[in-house]
């Protein structure tokens, strides 16, 4: 359904001022005069230009519906395809911002592509103690058949999908690492080339770094690691929930779109089989289908949408598979709690951007304090994602505390909790006015012959005024997120 | 030369018949639902309609023909079923055809949607028929490789071929879009039936007579992949 509103009367964007203010909290360089001449900007120039871009809002979704930005969802077995609410008033970073969240997310994946490849190798970290090997070995995302790979370049983490939070205090939390398939970065790409259209003045107006560079990236990382031969985007078909971001990318990067059935594996090496019968050698695929279904050979055996034999392909060096196979053991929301730990070990620096405060209930101690404190936290089952497996203690009744206390007692290892970051609200147009509601960052860090940090990201919204979960699965929407070049 | 899959391959032969097929049945309907205004010769209109595309007359009037044939998703035979399978091969070919030209696949199926409660059936249903024109057009201009453009091409013209033979098109329109599929055949890399191509060569060069070997001649297009 197209929105059909048009915004009247606008309250200003308070998300944005503080985006801007915070600009003084991490960079010393950055004067108070100048963040005060940035707002004053913004109020002068962006406000206007937001405005303009409500005022388009119809004409933008209308052209979100013809250029198909969807998502897929799956409801009582049932597929289902919808358009992934857009809301044009845009998070605003201003470029000190965005310097201190590079420099921290830069540090955040070295540090994993560290771990990655000693998990896989050496396993320093476990022998000396700074993770317990329970982490690792009991976690979904570790994958024994992985041992001893070593993917073209050590690189584990080719696209990583970093969660953020900002809080009230204008100081940025890590929430979650995302590195086995995040997805998301189709819906910011294609929202600015058509926000561009529809009120070019915003964008002559305003210094905001183009973010439609995200292919151009994707494709260099692509490159970087290529073992020889064409790149594909490797789908598991239509019906996949991403399906649109998938086809997107291979457009603007280039790539090949590829289904299962169209990759083959022949003296070790990947083919993709064209109609009339020749055959070409895969240097890289940007899979986009899990770990367990991708080789029926290896994981899953009844996996359908996987490529028979592509895991002895890569693990010869054939092939690079963008991400590796296995990087789940880094994302797993227990290992999540000694990523800073992981910094400090392999880089020997302090994390620069902070976890959010987190307990394991895997240790007596901090099992304790999450069953005394329970109400007011939120707790998180490790083998969930895409917003499921999420629990605020407040919102339980007093039976059904105590029924998730046992649970936790009885399987530990399974959850952790973490304090409720009172984050800050984005404000969103509903109907004639504009609304609070809470948002996250998703931002994107590639690795392939550097780590770089896209000048951009997903920002997510709950369309709900009492929720926290911004997930497209569990209803929310979408902004566009810019990046200011001065 | 492309990159194309024979799934690939067999979306844009596919998609190519079947928005032709959406195409060239609208543009005859228009003309059917005309003679349909005049109520005498409604039935007959309708009835001689499903006869030519071999429909079967499942419908109770022309009123239920007219919503069902144009907007049911569970008529197969339906311009909206049609315009759905178009979409459905178009979907997963957005790197070949690129987001611009599948637009306008999209385009044409919300105009169908919009039109279901319309009063005015031509005229809001015209927008089809503007967007697949304009998807046409953007497949010339946008897409690059030839081999995708002559895949999609040999469906259109071998699903033009055959409605204009069904639709009792004059004989030089027949012989016209029978040379612009032979000209797509013979560029693409897909096997397909050479004596079937000769048997339908030599009735159309029957010229006007063609029409005595009609069955045959569908048969034989039907038999070329």
Redesign the interface.
């Known amino acids: 359904m197209y929105i059909t509103n048009k915004v009247k009367a606008l309250r200003f964007i308070p998300g944005v001022f503080f985006c801007i203010a915070n600009a003084s909290l991490h960079d010393a360089e950055s004067s108070r005069e100048e963040v005060y001449s940035m707002l004053s900007i913004y109020k002068r120039g962006c406000g206007r230009s937001m405005r303009e871009l409500v005022e388009h809002m119809e004409g933008i979704n209308r052209l979100m519906a013809r250029y198909g930005v969807k998502f897929g969802i799956y409801k009582h077995n049932e597929f289902h395809e919808q358009l992934f609410p857009f809301d044009p008033l845009a998070r605003v970073i201003t470029a000190a911002e965005f310097a201190f969240l590079e420099r921290g997310l830069t540090q955040r994946v070295k540090a994993l592509n560290c771990f990655l490849a000693d998990i896989y190798g050496e396993k320093k970290i476990v022998k000396d103690g700074v993770i317990p090997e329970d982490f690792i070995f009991s976690s979904k995302g570790y994958l024994p058949q992985c041992e001893g790979i070593k993917p073209p370049k050590n690189i584990f983490s080719h696209i990583a999908g970093i969660d953020l939070v900002q809080a009230k205090d204008r100081e940025w939390y890590i929430l979650e690492d995302n590195l086995r398939i995040p997805s998301g970065a189709s819906y910011p790409m294609i929202a600015r080339e058509l926000t561009r259209q529809a009120s070019p003045r915003t964008f002559t107006a305003n210094h905001i770094v183009d973010n439609r560079n995200y292919a151009a990236m994707l494709k260099e990382v692509m490159d970087a690691v290529n073992t020889g031969g064409i790149n594909v985007v490797l789908t598991p078909g239509r019906y996949n929930a991403a399906f649109f971001e998938h086809s997107y990318l291979a457009e603007r990067s280039g790539a090949i779109l590829a289904m299962p059935q169209d990759l083959f594996v022949e003296d070790n090496r990947l083919y993709y089989r064209q109609y009339h019968g020749r055959q070409l050698q895969v240097g890289t695929v940007y899979r986009r289908i899990s770990d367990e279904y991708l080789d029926p050979l290896c994981f899953e055996p009844d996996s359908l949408i996987g490529v028979p034999g592509i895991m002895d392909v890569y693990r010869s060096g054939n092939v690079a598979l963008v991400n590796a196979p296995g990087n789940g053991v880094a994302d797993d929301k227990g290992v999540y709690y000694f990523v800073p730990h992981m910094v400090k070990y392999y880089l020997g620096e302090e994390a620069i951007l902070k976890n959010a405060p987190t307990y394991l209930a895997f240790y007596e101690k901090d099992r304790n304090f999450i069953l005394e404190h329970l109400e007011r936290l939120v707790v998180k089952d490790v083998s969930e994602a895409g917003g499921y497996g999420v629990v605020f203690g407040s919102e339980l009744t007093k039976e059904k505390l105590e029924d998730l206390k046992k649970v936790i007692c009885r399987e530990p290892r399974r959850f952790i909790a973490q304090e409720v970051i009172d984050f800050i609200d984005l404000d969103i147009v509903e109907g004639d006015t504009a609304v609070p509601r809470k948002a996250d960052l998703r931002a994107f860090v590639l690795t392939g012959d550097t780590t770089r940090v896209w000048a951009s990201g997903l920002t997510r919204f709950s369309r709900n005024p009492d929720s926290f979960v911004v997930n497209s699965s569990q209803g929310g929407g979408f902004k566009d997120t810019w990046v200011l070049s001065r | 030369m492309g990159?194309?899959?024979?799934?690939?391959?067999d979306h844009l032969f596919w998609l190519g018949r079947y928005a032709e097929r959406v195409f060239t049945t609208l543009d005859s309907f228009f003309r059917y639902f005309d003679r349909m205004l005049d109520m005498d010769d409604a039935e007959v209109a309708y009835q001689s309609f499903c006869k030519e595309l071999s429909i079967p007359n499942s419908y109770k009037d022309q009123e239920d023909f007219i919503h069902k044939y144009l907007f049911s998703q569970n008529d197969p035979n339906s311009v909206y079923s049609n315009m759905l399978r178009a979409f459905?091969n178009a979907?997963?070919l957005?790197?070949e055809l690129?987001?611009k030209t599948?637009?306008y696949i999209?385009?044409a199926l919300?105009s169908i949607e919009r039109a279901e409660d319309s009063q005015a059936l031509v005229y809001d249903l015209q927008p089809v028929l503007d967007d697949l024109f304009a998807f046409w057009g953007c497949l010339d201009d946008n897409v690059e490789d030839e081999e995708c453009r002559n895949i999609i091409k040999c469906g259109k013209y071998l699903e033009r071929l055959d409605l204009y033979m069904r639709l009792g098109y004059p004989y030089r329109s027949i012989e016209k879009e029978y040379n612009k599929f032979l000209n797509r055949l013979h560029k693409i890399?897909?096997g397909y039936n050479l004596s079937e191509v000769d048997k339908l060569s030599e009735i159309i060069n029957l010229g006007d007579d063609w029409r005595s070997r009609y069955q045959e001649a569908l048969l034989a297009l039907c038999n070329i992949f």
């Open positions: 990159i194309i899959s024979l799934e690939k391959s459905d979907v997963v957005r790197d690129s987001s599948l637009s999209q385009l919300d890399r897909i």
